[in-house]
């Protein structure tokens, strides 16, 4: 295989969680599919895992390799921090903002528009072009996790002040072209919300096409499941979604049952800093500016990983009603976990999880 590999199984925010399972026989009773699993650890930032059942160690490793090459690219593409020669990519959208519009990629494109549509469908509550409050709190960030005792908190007026520069509309995305373009300098992308999630799904289809048909691919919380586990014993993948209480833990808040579907979480634990005994973490309500604070974690389950993506970020960040009532439009499910310990769920989410947890009482 082509890249540097390591065998472990991430549980970021959402998990892959397996019961035990024997191999599928075959007719001759000797196993036929066998699960492999393997990570990689250099891409989007986080631990992509692998994990198919296939005839052989080559076959699985010639559609892990799929998966790598497929996102490997994405990766460069939706890099918002790097450039690449020969490449433009979202980097470079940035850098032109004011400028020039600029020549990209397909995978650019769709994704973006992708993006567009989650804005509109949460009436701005999920906003890409919120890169330049996005910095500010990361710059703060980082300072206060290297220098815990002299952590603080961006000014409300810096932050305010870079927020006159994220409004969407400014967002020239020409389909016919190929280009994007900011017609504002000092604005800027972060897609932290979809790219991952996205080039996960995109990358699935990429080794579904070439014959795998049975996978699940988690990159860093952004799960996505083909086919069905070929283990002998079981419809349908079971995914843990993590405590937010205890994050780190494999004491798993619920498990859900999956097949040729996503999942997606949102929380508050994975990555904040603290300020005079409070956590602050990344997840910003751009009508506050500040994190959002209604609830400790959400999960989405829907078909569409960007959709789920951007629907999980959405809904830590709505009211409950409101985001219930979103993700039933879009056919989604999903749990709620609010910041007392308080359970909210979707009607059709109690037909999928172990908890067979339901709506809460008004």
Known sequence: MKRALFHILASIVCAAHFASCAASPAEDGEPRYQK???SFIELFDTTVTVIGYTESQAEFDRFADIVYDRMER???LYDIYHEYDGLNNLYTVNKNAGIVPVAVDKDIIDMLLLAREGYE?????VNIALGPVLRIWSEYRSAGMADEANA???AMDALQKAALD??????D??????TVFFKKSGMSLDVGSVAKAYATQLAVRAAADAGMRSLLVNSGGNIVSHGRPL?????????GVVNPDLPESQDFADIVYIIDQTVSCSGGYQRFYTVNGQTYHHIIDPATLMP???FKQVAVIHENAGLADLLSTALFIMPYEEGAALAEMLGAEALWIDMDGVWRSTDGYANISQSKALPAAP
């Not at 994220?166 to 967002?171: A, Q, S, T, V, Y």
């Not at 995305?173 to 190929?178: F, L, P, S």
């Open 152 to 154: 603080s908190l961006p």
């Open 166 to 171: 994220i409004d969407i509309g400014d967002l």
């Open 121 to 125: 469908l949460s009436g701005g509550v």
């Open 173 to 178: 995305i020409d389909e016919a072209a190929g």
């Open 231 to 239: 283990d002998g014993a079981r419809d349908r993948w079971s995914i």
């Open 36 to 38: 492999y699993q393997t």
């Open 74 to 76: 994405l990766h460069r």
């Open 292 to 294: 959002a604070n209604r």
